[in-house]
């Protein structure tokens, strides 16, 4: 009986790595085929379009002034969306955790809010580079409000 089960269960997995290799590498039998024939194979391969994601280009005050007035309607229409603003470096810091981020200044006197831009470690070079006043032009995601705007996935463009 036990024999008979286990000759039963080798049947099974044998066939399904047949048929693994029958549905999951159309590629090895397009080649023989190919090689069999002399002619090159064509393969449809589909032209994957990625939709681009619209960025939003907006002034360092009106980012801050939305943020000001309405935290909550300017989550709604900035929060999590890419954004592009240009502004005059305020600050260039390493946070708490040793994350670099830029501060956007701002032309409002005494202005609480600036745009606070978070950059990966791979952007360390360019931000040695920069200094305060210089007029630097951002691309990154809105987090919200946090004594400032937080900039995500910043990424200098010049």
Same mark, same amino acid.
């Given at each position: 009986?036990?024999?008979?089960?286990?000759?039963?269960?080798? &049947?099974?997995?044998?066939?399904?790595?047949?048929?693994?290799?029958?549905?999951?590498?159309?590629?090895?039998?397009?080649?023989?085929?190919?090689?069999?024939?002399?002619?090159?194979?064509?393969?449809?391969?589909?032209? &994957?379009?990625?939709?681009?994601?619209?960025?939003?280009?907006?002034?360092?005050?009106?980012?801050?002034?939305?943020?000001?007035?309405?935290?909550?309607?300017?989550?709604?229409?900035?929060?999590?969306?890419?954004?592009?603003?240009?502004?005059?470096?305020?600050?260039?810091?390493?946070?708490?955790?040793?994350?670099?981020?830029?501060?956007?200044? @701002?032309?409002?006197?005494?202005?609480?809010?600036?745009?606070?831009?978070?950059?990966?470690?791979?952007?360390?070079? @360019?931000?040695?580079?920069?200094?305060?006043?210089?007029?630097?032009?951002?691309?990154? @995601? &809105?987090?919200?409000?946090?004594?400032?705007?937080?900039?995500?996935?910043?990424?200098?463009?010049?």
């Amino acid at each position: 009986m036990l024999k008979k089960i286990l000759i039963g269960v080798a &049947v099974v997995f044998v066939g399904l790595m047949v048929l693994g290799m029958i549905i999951g590498d159309d590629t090895k039998t397009a080649s023989v085929e190919s090689a069999a024939s002399n002619e090159p194979v064509k393969t449809a391969t589909p032209e &994957v379009k990625q939709p681009k994601e619209e960025v939003i280009t907006v002034g360092v005050e009106e980012l801050c002034n939305s943020y000001e007035k309405n935290e909550v309607a300017a989550d709604k229409k900035y929060k999590g969306k890419l954004v592009k603003i240009t502004g005059k470096v305020d600050d260039i810091k390493k946070g708490l955790l040793d994350e670099l981020y830029v501060t956007i200044e @701002r032309q409002k006197d005494f202005a609480i809010c600036n745009p606070q831009c978070f950059f990966d470690d791979e952007h360390e070079d @360019r931000l040695a580079n920069l200094n305060k006043g210089q007029t630097v032009t951002i691309i990154g @995601r &809105v987090d919200g409000l946090f004594m400032n705007v937080i900039i995500k996935e910043a990424q200098l463009v010049n």
